[in-house]
Protein backbone atom coordinates (compact mmCIF):
# COMPACT_ATOMS: atom_id res chain seq x y z
CA UNK A 1 0.00 0.00 0.00
CA UNK A 2 1.14 3.27 -0.83
CA UNK A 3 1.16 6.13 1.61
CA UNK A 4 0.34 9.62 0.32
CA UNK A 5 2.11 12.34 1.52
CA UNK A 6 0.75 15.36 2.90
CA UNK A 7 3.32 17.42 2.16
CA UNK A 8 2.86 19.66 -1.01
CA UNK A 9 5.88 20.06 -3.41
CA UNK A 10 6.50 23.94 -4.51
CA UNK A 11 6.32 23.92 -7.92
CA UNK A 12 9.13 26.86 -9.58
CA UNK A 13 7.42 30.28 -10.16
CA UNK A 14 7.62 33.69 -9.40
CA UNK A 15 8.82 34.63 -5.70
CA UNK A 16 7.15 37.36 -3.97
CA UNK A 17 8.94 39.70 -2.02
CA UNK A 18 7.76 40.59 1.61
CA UNK A 19 8.98 43.68 2.18
CA UNK A 20 12.39 43.44 1.32
CA UNK A 21 13.52 46.54 -0.36
CA UNK A 22 15.05 46.41 -4.17
CA UNK A 23 18.73 46.97 -4.62
CA UNK A 24 19.96 50.61 -4.24
CA UNK A 25 22.07 52.09 -6.67
CA UNK A 26 24.88 52.52 -4.27
CA UNK A 27 25.49 49.26 -3.76
CA UNK A 28 28.17 47.05 -3.86
CA UNK A 29 27.79 45.57 -7.45
CA UNK A 30 29.86 42.40 -8.81
CA UNK A 31 32.91 43.48 -11.21
CA UNK A 32 33.03 41.92 -14.30
CA UNK A 33 35.81 39.72 -15.68
CA UNK A 34 37.79 41.16 -18.12
CA UNK A 35 37.99 38.99 -21.18
CA UNK A 36 42.02 38.39 -21.87
CA UNK A 37 43.51 41.12 -24.62
CA UNK A 38 43.52 40.11 -28.32
CA UNK A 39 47.65 39.42 -29.17
CA UNK A 40 48.81 40.45 -32.85
CA UNK A 41 49.19 37.77 -34.61
CA UNK A 42 52.74 37.44 -36.28
CA UNK A 43 51.22 36.80 -39.56
CA UNK A 44 51.60 40.17 -41.73
CA UNK A 45 48.45 41.74 -43.73
CA UNK A 46 50.25 42.01 -47.72
CA UNK A 47 50.63 45.74 -48.67
CA UNK A 48 48.34 47.42 -51.34
CA UNK A 49 50.13 47.81 -54.59
CA UNK A 50 51.74 51.17 -55.58
CA UNK A 51 49.37 53.37 -57.54
CA UNK A 52 51.11 55.63 -60.55
CA UNK A 53 50.31 59.07 -60.71
CA UNK A 54 48.02 58.50 -63.51
CA UNK A 55 46.40 56.06 -61.76
CA UNK A 56 46.29 58.02 -58.75
CA UNK A 57 42.38 59.20 -57.64
CA UNK A 58 42.53 63.03 -57.34
CA UNK A 59 42.73 65.36 -54.26
CA UNK A 60 40.34 65.69 -51.79
CA UNK A 61 38.91 69.60 -51.19
CA UNK A 62 39.38 68.89 -47.14
CA UNK A 63 41.75 71.76 -46.66
CA UNK A 64 41.50 75.11 -48.02
CA UNK A 65 44.48 76.54 -49.55
CA UNK A 66 46.31 79.09 -47.53
CA UNK A 67 45.97 83.01 -48.27
CA UNK A 68 48.88 83.94 -47.67
CA UNK A 69 48.72 87.79 -49.21
CA UNK A 70 45.93 88.23 -47.34
CA UNK A 71 47.49 87.27 -44.04
CA UNK A 72 50.39 89.65 -44.88
CA UNK A 73 48.02 92.60 -45.10
CA UNK A 74 45.96 91.52 -42.39
CA UNK A 75 49.39 91.22 -40.12
CA UNK A 76 50.32 94.73 -41.09
CA UNK A 77 46.85 96.35 -40.21
CA UNK A 78 47.50 94.64 -36.80
CA UNK A 79 50.79 96.00 -36.61
CA UNK A 80 49.12 99.93 -36.89
CA UNK A 81 45.72 99.27 -34.73
CA UNK A 82 45.34 102.12 -32.11
CA UNK A 83 42.55 101.66 -31.07
CA UNK A 84 38.90 98.80 -30.08
CA UNK A 85 37.51 100.01 -33.94
CA UNK A 86 40.97 98.80 -35.56
CA UNK A 87 40.67 95.13 -33.58
CA UNK A 88 37.51 95.26 -34.29
CA UNK A 89 38.04 95.68 -38.34
CA UNK A 90 41.15 92.75 -37.91
CA UNK A 91 39.43 90.93 -36.31
CA UNK A 92 36.56 90.71 -39.04
CA UNK A 93 38.95 90.50 -41.79
CA UNK A 94 40.36 87.52 -40.71
CA UNK A 95 37.08 86.06 -40.27
CA UNK A 96 36.59 86.96 -44.07
CA UNK A 97 39.90 85.71 -44.96
CA UNK A 98 39.08 82.31 -43.47
CA UNK A 99 35.49 82.29 -44.99
CA UNK A 100 36.14 83.59 -48.75
CA UNK A 101 37.51 82.03 -51.45
CA UNK A 102 39.07 85.36 -52.53
CA UNK A 103 42.74 85.90 -53.02
CA UNK A 104 45.42 89.16 -54.08
CA UNK A 105 48.17 88.73 -55.97
CA UNK A 106 51.45 89.26 -54.47
CA UNK A 107 52.09 92.12 -56.94
CA UNK A 108 48.72 94.17 -55.97
CA UNK A 109 49.66 93.29 -52.08
CA UNK A 110 53.14 94.94 -52.76
CA UNK A 111 51.62 97.87 -54.24
CA UNK A 112 49.27 98.32 -51.02
CA UNK A 113 52.05 98.22 -48.69
CA UNK A 114 54.50 100.09 -50.10
CA UNK A 115 52.51 103.21 -51.58
CA UNK A 116 48.90 102.94 -50.05
CA UNK A 117 47.94 106.33 -50.57
CA UNK A 118 48.31 105.63 -54.39
CA UNK A 119 46.35 101.86 -53.96
CA UNK A 120 43.92 101.22 -57.25
CA UNK A 121 40.94 99.85 -55.07
CA UNK A 122 39.02 99.03 -58.36
CA UNK A 123 41.60 95.92 -58.58
CA UNK A 124 40.52 94.19 -55.47
CA UNK A 125 37.06 92.27 -55.01
CA UNK A 126 34.18 94.35 -53.91
CA UNK A 127 34.33 92.15 -50.12
CA UNK A 128 37.87 93.08 -49.56
CA UNK A 129 38.09 96.89 -50.48
CA UNK A 130 36.73 98.22 -47.24
CA UNK A 131 39.38 96.56 -45.46
CA UNK A 132 42.06 97.93 -48.05
CA UNK A 133 40.58 101.39 -47.40
CA UNK A 134 40.32 101.11 -43.56
CA UNK A 135 44.22 99.89 -44.18
CA UNK A 136 45.04 102.94 -45.94
CA UNK A 137 43.14 105.07 -43.22
CA UNK A 138 45.46 103.55 -40.77
CA UNK A 139 48.91 104.51 -42.79
CA UNK A 140 47.61 108.07 -42.94
CA UNK A 141 46.74 108.35 -39.86
CA UNK A 142 49.95 106.72 -38.56
CA UNK A 143 51.66 109.36 -40.78
CA UNK A 144 50.47 112.53 -38.85
Known amino acids: MAVKSSVKKKTPGPEKSRGKKPAVAGAAVKSAKK ?30 KRKTNLYKLCSEMNRLCLDAVDKEVVKR ?7 SAEEITKTSLHSVLSSPLEADLGAFHESIQPYVKHYVFMVKRAKK
Not at 36 to 53: D, F, T, Y
Not at 93 to 99: E, G, P, R, S, Y
Request: proline residues 16%; hydrophobic residues 30%; without cysteine.
Open 93 to 99: FKTLIDT
Open 35 to 64: APAKSKSPVKKPRKPAVSAAEAPRAKKGKP
